[in-house]
């Protein structure tokens, strides 16, 4: 059974950083694509950053409000991704949510239509 377990979310003020971990359990795909979402209240998930397992490094996408920002990475070893945010703004603030797909996504990385698996969500709030 495949579970992602979510941490690292919190309270920071603007200019801020967190660190966003999301640990796989009972995953274990040569090929994979995995991202982090995220959620407002009243507004619909967006995709934030994919990793897709192909290539050699593998490969990153973002989102436009976040390019420059954030940094997703996938650790094989501890089979854990994470997204690093930087300059966090209070738009920032949401419920962050990782999920996992065992096939290369490519360009359908920001659709969460695309993936099977997901995590609880762990939250950030940004203040100004």
């Known amino acids: 059974q495949v579970q992602l377990v979510e941490s690292g979310g919190g309270s920071v003020q603007a200019g801020g950083s967190l660190r966003l971990s999301c640990a796989a359990f009972?995953?274990?795909?040569?090929?994979?694509?995995m991202g982090w979402f995220r959620q407002a209240p009243g507004k619909e998930r967006e995709g934030v950053a994919g990793?897709?397992?192909?290539?050699?490094?593998?490969?990153?996408n973002y989102a436009d409000s976040v390019k420059g920002r954030f940094t997703i990475s996938h650790d094989n070893a501890k089979n854990t991704l994470y997204l690093q945010m930087t300059s966090l703004k209070p738009e920032d603030t949401a419920m962050y949510y990782c999920a996992a797909d065992p096939r290369h996504c490519g360009g359908t990385w920001y659709s969460s239509v695309w993936y099977n698996y997901w995590g609880q969500g762990t939250q950030v709030t940004v203040s100004s």
């Open positions: 990793f897709d397992s192909y290539g050699r490094y593998g490969r990153t």
């Open positions: 009972g995953y274990a795909y040569s090929t994979y694509c």
